[in-house]
């Protein structure tokens, strides 16, 4: 028989999530737990998805559950704000935090178990690591965000250390951020497939993102000039030079009241060299990072 309903049983420091006839999900607040039933798993040989994520879940984020959940055995998901690659305070406490509305999400979609540590679980002393990405991590977010990308090197090194997955999943709407993690895997020579996603969007273009329900309803209504600027650069792209792209995207956004770009660039895709030429890459990418009012937004788009 099928139930509708169900129920939470709390056995120490694990919750169970279960709707009868269908799989149990951990939710699991300590590294030493969550290794117990991972290795479950692991016994079993069983192949684990894993997406890593600061909460605030939307659709983008549950998209990477669902790809997670078609190529894998088992899915798991942490959810954890990650100081470390905040350099503003103000931002890290205004920082979306949606805990019981994510795990009933992640549920939903099929996640096998959650991760959710606090501060000192994942750091229980400082963690002096500096990673050394090139130059990767010294333009864009790198340069005008000090410290984020080895920040994020280090929860997301803590976090595959924990869960030992086969595979992770990052979108693509934090294209710096994806590259960063596959060159973590490579210089730490960890055996993770990393998966890119593609950007989830809202039915007017914007790029879906936590932070997205912090604007305000009134400068709501202009942000997707943010996409349809970088479609219609996409759509230049063959008419125009590359400093002549970067010109009117930034003098079309920046003519919208509240919205100031902080940076647009193209670089290629592989290597994230800045480029000056279309000639110099077959593959190329424009970035960019917009305010609008308080509230920071990034997106992207492969020319």
């Known amino acids: 028989m099928y139930f509708l309903f169900y129920f939470i049983c709390v056995f120490g420091k694990i919750i169970y999530v279960c709707t009868l006839n269908i799989s149990i999900m951990y939710v699991i607040k300590h590294i030493k737990d969550v290794k117990i039933e991972i290795q479950k798993f692991t016994d079993q040989k069983k192949s684990i998805g894993f997406v890593p994520t600061m909460g605030a879940l939307h659709e983008g984020h549950l998209s990477l559950i669902k790809r997670a959940r078609q190529e894998n055995d088992m899915v798991a998901a942490s959810i954890f704000v990650n100081p470390a690659q905040f350099n503003n305070k103000e931002d890290l406490k205004n920082y979306p935090r949606t805990p019981d509305k994510d795990i009933e999400s992640l549920k939903k979609t099929g996640c096998d178990l959650i991760f959710i540590p606090d501060d000192k679980e994942i750091y229980p002393e400082p963690d002096m690591r500096v990673f050394n990405f090139g130059d990767i991590d010294k333009l864009m977010e790198g340069k005008f ?91 230049l792209s063959t008419k125009m030079s590359v400093p002549e792209i970067k010109k009117t995207v930034i003098s079309i956004i920046n003519s919208t009241p509240d919205f100031m770009v902080e940076y647009f660039e193209i670089a290629d895709c592989n290597t994230f060299f800045l480029i000056n030429d279309w000639a110099e890459t077959k593959n190329a990418i424009g970035c960019i990072a917009v305010y609008v009012s308080n509230v920071r937004l990034i997106d992207n788009i492969k020319f």
């Open 145 to 235: 965000r000090p410290g984020h990308f080895n920040g994020v090197a280090l929860a997301v090194s803590k976090l595959f250390d924990i869960i030992n997955p086969h595979r992770a999943y990052f979108g693509e709407k934090d294209y710096q951020q994806l590259l960063i993690v596959k060159a973590l895997v490579k210089q730490l020579n960890i055996p993770i497939e990393i998966v890119p996603c593609p950007t989830i969007r809202e039915s007017d273009g914007l790029a879906m993102s936590s932070r997205n329900r912090l604007i305000t309803e009134e400068n709501r209504k202009n942000v997707p000039i943010i996409y349809k600027t970088l479609s219609r650069a996409k759509e």
